[in-house]
């Protein structure tokens, strides 16, 4: 089991940038494929992005190709996701994850630990 804290969200106006941070405990945090999940209000929870152990694929959901990015510290047990040119749509609580395994993966389901989320609102 990892222990995950996120930071680094707040309010920001349309089209401004915010840079989410996720920091894990453990010593296995290379072999662990993680990702970002997002829920808005009313709303189930999204796969974002996600990024294999070693850092060297990712993945994203569509709406956030070339906005986000998403990368990763294994020196420093750290993830991050740069979020550029914000949209009120992505006002959400975000999210970390980490798997079991090495691979990034978009489902939900194949996560074990997730962090308590932080909060990105995006004014329009």
């Known amino acids: 089991q990892v222990q995950l804290v996120e930071s680094g969200g707040g309010l920001v106006q349309a089209g401004g940038s915010l840079r989410l941070s996720c920091a894990a405990s453990g010593r296995t945090f290379s072999d662990r494929g993680m990702g970002w999940f997002r829920q808005a209000p009313g709303k189930e929870r999204e796969f974002v992005a996600a990024i294999r152990g070693d850092g060297s694929s990712t993945l994203y959901t569509d709406s956030v190709k070339g906005r986000f990015t998403i990368s990763r510290d294994n020196a420093k047990n750290t993830m991050c996701l740069q979020m550029n040119s914000l949209k009120p749509e992505d006002t959400a609580i975000y999210y970390c994850?980490?798997?079991?395994?090495?691979?990034?993966?978009?489902?939900?389901?194949?996560?074990?630990?997730w962090g308590q989320g932080t909060q990105v609102t995006v004014s329009s």
């Open positions: 994850a980490a798997r079991v395994v090495a691979y990034a993966s978009r489902y939900e389901s194949s996560y074990v630990d």
